[in-house]
Structure formats: C-alpha cells, structure tokens
C-alpha cells in the first residue's frame, strides 16, 4: 500500500458515456499527478497539481478535464473519449516533485 | 527535446543469473534520477539518485549514477522469479519538477 489510492480499479465505457476517475492520497504530499501508461510507451505526464493550483497541462486533449478540490483529492473526468485513448491511468503524489508515489490505477478500456 | 531512453528493453534469464539494466539520458536542468519496479500496477520506488558514482544499495538490488556519461545502471544479483517486473527508470528536471521517464525494461526470471 503506497498511500495512493484509486477507483475504480478498472473502468469500460462507450464513446459517448461521462465517467470520472478519483484518486486520494494518506501521505500529506503537496502534488498530484495523471499519468497516462500505454502499451510500448513511456508514461505520459498528462496534469500535475501543486497545492491544488494547476501547473502543467501536457497538451492534453479536453475531453479529459481534472479536477483538485484540495491537496488530498484529484479526479479526471472523461467524455467523448476515443478507443486510442484505452490504457492505464495512474495517478501519484510527491513532495517537492521529486520521488513520486503511485496509485494501483485505472485500466480505461474505450469501446 | 528531453528523452529517458532504457535498454534493454525486454529481458529474459534464469534464476540465480545476474543483470544489468540501462538507463541514459538527455535531460536539461537534472536533479535527480529515479528507479522504479513496476509488477502489477502500481510501480513502486526503488532508489533516487543524484551525485555521480555513489552506489545505492538494497539488498540484492543495486543502482549507479555516471554524470559524465549521463546514465545510470540498474543490477539485481542472484535474480529470484519475485524480480519479473518492468523496471522503470525517471528523470527529474529541476527547471519544472517534471518527471520524464523510459518506456521501462521488462524482465521476466525463468525458475
């Protein structure tokens, strides 16, 4: 247990549906991160939070839009998404933006 | 454009066999680089790195930083099948807190 929680463990869902991804971390860390895990490709960085304030946004389209009601909580809510856009969703928190800390993540399967 | 570039990048040995995994990169405004052992889901940290030439130690496992040739090497000694994992390797930039990571090396330990 790293002290990253998030839900659901796995998530399948159509083009058209709404659904939000929660993450919530037990470690008093000030940052919060999406990563975005593909088959054969390094982890993207998608958003980072620092004390809840949004500080980079990796280009990534808006049809993902976070959300970071405090320093604890960090959700990605998805809509429209497309089937390229199935894979792993981790989230992390660190301290200071140095050792990051991960989640058990989300297996995001678009249909 | 910063890179984290890994090799190999799939692996297979025997028990009891030593390896040695490779991390380079180029990466602007480095602080520190970062070892992660990926099973499941969620991967977990296995050792920071940020001064040249000290070697980190945990138990079998074993990590060194070379500035100069901008790398890192990654050893696990008398590999047990508990070791089959991606291992991930991350570069902390100083100017951003990003961390920009390699697409991970996957190891599988035949028994």
């Known amino acids: 247990e790293t002290g990253v929680t998030q839900t659901p463990r796995h998530l399948v869902m159509g083009m058209t549906n709404k659904k939000s991804l929660k993450c919530e971390q037990h470690?008093?860390?000030?940052?919060m991160y999406w990563y975005k895990q593909s088959a054969k490709k390094p982890l993207e960085l998608m958003f980072v939070y620092n004390f809840k304030e949004q500080t980079e946004n990796n280009s990534v389209p808006s049809r993902f839009s976070p959300e970071c009601p405090n320093s604890s909580h960090l959700f990605l809510h998805l809509h429209t998404l497309q089937p390229e856009d199935s894979a792993l969703y981790l989230c992390?928190?660190?301290?200071?933006?140095?050792?990051?800390?991960f989640g058990s993540g989300t297996q995001l399967s678009v249909l | 454009e910063d890179k984290v570039v890994q090799s190999p990048l799939s692996l297979v040995v025997h028990e009891g066999d030593t390896v040695t995994l490779n991390c380079s990169y180029e990466v602007t405004n480095f602080r520190s680089l970062l070892w992660y052992k990926q099973e499941k889901k969620a991967p977990t940290f296995l050792f920071m790195l940020t001064s040249s030439g000290i070697e980190k130690k945990s138990g079998r496992l074993s990590s060194i930083l070379d500035k100069k040739e901008l790398s890192s090497i990654l050893n696990i000694t008398a590999t047990q099948t508990g070791d089959s994992a991606i291992y991930l390797c991350a570069v902390d930039r100083r100017r951003d807190d990003k961390i920009i990571f390699g697409k991970g090396t996957r190891l599988h330990i035949l028994p």
């Open positions: 992390a928190s660190s301290q200071e933006g140095q050792k990051l800390f």
């Open positions: 470690l008093g860390h000030n940052a």
